[in-house]
């Protein structure tokens, strides 16, 4: 793609551009590491000589006392598992709506998709205190649901917007060839244009999971009991537990970490495009 | 009945059917909140009992009341936000920029470190920089005694001198890959014949980017500038873990405040209140930067 190579820069420039990338890199980079390595370390090496190095014994007793003691596989599984649910109902139901906005011809449509739209410049912080007091008057707090439904609710405007630009792309002729076979509204939406939405899924996942995922006011009023707690509430209850051993810590926060770095490694090009594709769709 | 009769009841009940899901969640998580907290703002309330009604009073102790620190916590997001727009924004343009210019396995690889911090939970960082931020183990201050500058070292999130700064590093830092890579999206976005076009008349890679890409990508900017402005606004996590609104609660913003209101004093009229002052900022900020592009484009 280099089709425009009539007038170069000075080297100078380049080299200073480079330079410029690299040391945003290392700012960008280094936390991770320093993350990492404190993780493995005991507080005699963290607060001796070594504490950027590498660790020079890697004491991975960290990782089974954060796993064990501070419980950080069960909040890893909350926050999968809150995660996951509140992506899936999101998704659902933005699909749905959408079809009813984009694919039916009704007088109100417009109208509908201007309403969901206000939910995107809707603070989280706008429905937590009516909602607070009907979940604790109503015994619904300390429960898995008490964040998916409310994260579910709060990542639809987007999954709207995005699921939109998708289905727009879908030709209309697809829905008239269905309604000639047959087929109703139901079933067009089902056999048709669900399946054809597919990249959307993708898309709207990845701008639901960095909602939800690392969602923390809601987590922390709303969840008080340890059993059901995310990872951001676990980490902030952790430190509080380990506030001079710093070792426990670096890995409750590398555990919490790292699987989603690793995932990204691998699909990085397929993340960003997802988020591009969001970004040029909405 | 007739065959078109037949087709508008359908329809009629796929429109409901389909909308259902979607309008119950959207009504009673985020539009009757809403209006419940409009309503309780006027209320002295403790959250169980009925409350008292006191119309706007809550607004204007919210404004006059020095001592519930409103005005302040305001100022540090406004604060917040002007970093974001003229610190944070710039940077993840040039990035975007630069990157866009080429597509080699080098933009590819820098684009995905720049992005990483992104996926990293707020929490995460508050904690990370914490450590950071230590006064005796931090690396800040270990960094200043290894360089002399020991005349440097702060106390970084427990001094009201540094403690707003401290917050607002990391925040800067870890949205920077969220704009450029939205920003991106924009500059790949760009038909490649408009550049050679404005390159065969003479123009440098910046003038192209100065003249060509910037106007062609406005739409996207408007969006970051929103979302920078607005999440500024919104900010909670990190100032939960790096300084709880201190030392004397000279770093809350509004969010804190609210769930102060909630849980240390018990005063959920009031909650209600900045509640709802948030909602009204946000749109008003949301149009007021909207108006502000559109002038530009005149």
């Given at each position: 793609m280099e089709s425009y190579t009539l007038k170069e820069e000075s080297p100078v420039i380049k080299v200073i551009i480079n330079i410029f990338l690299v040391i945003w890199a290392v700012i960008n980079l280094f936390p991770i590491y320093f993350m990492f390595t404190f993780s493995l370390k005991s507080n005699e090496e963290i607060f001796g000589e070594n504490i950027i190095g590498l660790?020079?014994?890697?004491?991975?007793?960290?990782?089974?006392?954060?796993?064990?003691?501070?419980?950080?596989?069960?909040?890893?599984?909350?926050?999968?598992?809150?995660?996951?649910?509140?992506?899936?109902?999101?998704?659902?139901?933005?699909?749905?709506?959408?079809?009813?906005?984009?694919?039916?011809?009704?007088?109100?449509?417009?109208?509908?998709?201007?309403?969901?739209?206000?939910?995107?410049?809707?603070?989280?912080?706008?429905?937590?205190?009516p909602v607070y007091v009907v979940m604790s008057k109503a015994h619904w707090l300390n429960k898995y649901s008490t964040l998916i439904v409310p994260y579910s609710a709060f990542a639809l405007s987007m999954a709207i917007l995005i699921c939109t630009g998708f289905m727009s792309e879908i030709p209309f002729a697809l829905d008239e060839a269905a309604r000639i076979d047959g087929c109703g509204l139901f079933g067009t939406f089902f056999k048709i244009i669900l399946p054809l939405m597919k990249p959307a899924v993708s898309t709207v996942g990845i701008y639901s999971y960095l909602q939800c995922w690392n969602e923390f006011m809601f987590a922390n009023v709303f969840i008080s009991d340890s059993k059901h707690r995310t990872l951001p509430v676990g980490i902030k209850a952790l430190s509080g537990q380990y506030t001079t051993d710093w070792g426990?810590?670096?890995?409750?926060?590398a555990i919490a970490t790292f699987p989603t770095l690793i995932v990204y490694l691998f699909l990085s090009r397929k993340i960003q495009a997802s988020f591009i594709a969001g970004a040029v769709k909405g | 009945m007739s065959e078109k009769k037949k087709r508008k009841i359908e329809e009629g009940l796929a429109i409901f059917v389909f909308l259902l899901p979607g309008l119950f969640l959207f009504i009673s998580i985020l539009i009757a909140p809403i209006a419940v907290s409009v309503y309780r703002s006027m209320f002295d309330w403790n959250g169980f009992s009925e409350g008292t009604f006191i119309g706007f009073?809550?607004?204007?102790?919210?404004?006059?009341?020095?001592?519930?620190?409103?005005?302040?916590?305001?100022?540090?997001?406004?604060?917040?936000?002007?970093?974001?727009?003229?610190?944070?924004?710039?940077?993840?343009?040039?990035?975007?920029?630069?990157?866009?210019?080429?597509?080699?396995?080098?933009?590819?690889?820098?684009?995905?470190?720049?992005?990483?911090?992104?996926?990293?939970?707020?929490?995460?960082?508050?904690?990370?920089?914490?450590?950071?931020?230590?006064?005796?183990?931090?690396?800040?201050?270990?960094?200043?005694?290894?360089?002399?500058?020991?005349?440097?070292?702060?106390?970084?999130?427990g001094d009201i001198k540094t403690a707003l700064g401290s917050i607002i590093v990391p925040t800067v830092w870890q949205y920077v890959g969220y704009h450029m890579l939205l920003m991106y999206a924009?500059?790949?976005?760009?038909?490649?014949?408009?550049?050679?076009?404005?390159?065969?008349?003479?123009?440098?890679?910046?003038?192209?980017?100065?003249?060509?890409?910037?106007?062609?990508?406005?739409?996207?900017?408007?969006?970051?500038?929103?979302?920078?402005?607005?999440?500024?606004?919104?900010?909670?996590?990190?100032?939960?873990?790096?300084?709880?609104?201190?030392?004397?609660?000279?770093?809350?913003?509004?969010?804190?405040?609210?769930?102060?209101?909630?849980?240390?004093?018990?005063?959920?009229?009031?909650?209600?209140?900045?509640?709802?002052?948030?909602?009204?900022l946000c749109f008003a900020f949301a149009l007021l930067i909207s108006a502000a592009f559109k002038e530009r484009d005149e």
């Open positions: 660790p020079k014994h890697w004491l991975w007793s960290n990782y089974s006392s954060a796993l064990n003691t501070g419980n950080m596989a069960l909040y890893f599984f909350n926050s999968l598992l809150v995660t996951t649910l509140a992506i899936a109902i999101s998704i659902m139901a933005a699909m749905m709506a959408c079809y009813a906005i984009t694919r039916i011809k009704w007088k109100f449509s417009g109208l509908t998709n201007a309403f969901f739209m206000l939910g995107l410049t809707i603070p989280i912080q706008a429905s937590i205190v426990p810590i670096g890995a409750a926060l | 009073d809550n607004y204007i102790e919210l404004f006059t009341n020095g001592s519930i620190k409103f005005v302040n916590s305001l100022k540090n997001s406004l604060i917040l936000a002007f970093f974001s727009v003229f610190v944070q924004l710039p940077l993840a343009l040039m990035l975007a920029l630069i990157l866009g210019r080429h597509e080699t396995r080098k933009e590819r690889t820098f684009l995905s470190i720049f992005f990483m911090p992104v996926l990293i939970s707020t929490v995460v960082i508050g904690q990370l920089w914490l450590k950071i931020y230590n006064p005796d183990y931090g690396l800040l201050n270990r960094f200043l005694d290894a360089v002399h500058l020991e005349s440097w070292k702060h106390v970084w999130v924009g500059v790949k976005g760009v038909d490649l014949d408009l550049r050679e076009a404005a390159m065969l008349d003479g123009a440098t890679k910046w003038q192209v980017d100065r003249y060509v890409v910037i106007p062609i990508i406005k739409p996207i900017l408007r969006v970051s500038v929103i979302f920078a402005v607005t999440g500024s606004l919104k900010t909670y996590d990190l100032v939960r873990i790096l300084t709880e609104g201190g030392p004397f609660q000279s770093t809350e913003v509004p969010s804190t405040l609210l769930e102060n209101m909630l849980f240390l004093r018990n005063r959920y009229g009031m909650g209600s209140t900045i509640s709802v002052m948030l909602i009204l």
